[in-house]
């Protein structure tokens, strides 16, 4: 069993930068960081549970919306990922979540229901 544990959340004003971290942590935390599709997922109020950005072995899978802006990536020795976020608006303000696919391969689609485990979330504030 493992754990994810998000931080770096906060409240920053649009065009600032926050760095996500997940750390995961467990008996299995070597194999999800180096081997598994991870991502990370946001969810506004009163909104659905979108998809921000995956990466696996070889891909990185970003939405429309944060292409440019948003870059995901992870750290084998620290069982962390990590989500760079610049030039945020306020558009970006949500929940955000860690997860794991228990699979090598993250498809284009960054799709919830393909997740598997997931963590408590760090939330985002991005005022005007």
């Known amino acids: 069993q493992v754990q994810l544990v998000e931080s770096g959340g906060g409240s920053v004003q649009a065009g600032g930068s926050l760095r996500l971290s997940c750390e995961v942590s467990g008996y299995a935390a070597r194999i999800y960081v180096r081997y598994y599709c991870m991502g990370w997922f946001r969810q506004a109020p009163g909104k659905e549970r979108e998809g921000v950005a995956s990466m696996d072995t070889g891909n990185t899978v970003y939405a429309d919306s944060v292409k440019g802006r948003f870059t995901i990536s992870r750290d084998n020795a620290m069982n962390t990922l990590y989500l760079q976020m610049n030039s945020l608006k306020p558009e970006d303000t949500a929940m955000y979540y860690c997860?794991?696919?228990?699979?090598?391969?993250?498809?284009?689609?960054?799709?919830?229901?393909?997740?598997?485990?997931w963590g408590q979330g760090t939330q985002v504030t991005v005022s005007s």
């Open positions: 997860a794991a696919r228990r699979t090598s391969y993250c498809n284009s689609a960054l799709t919830s229901t393909d997740f598997t485990d």
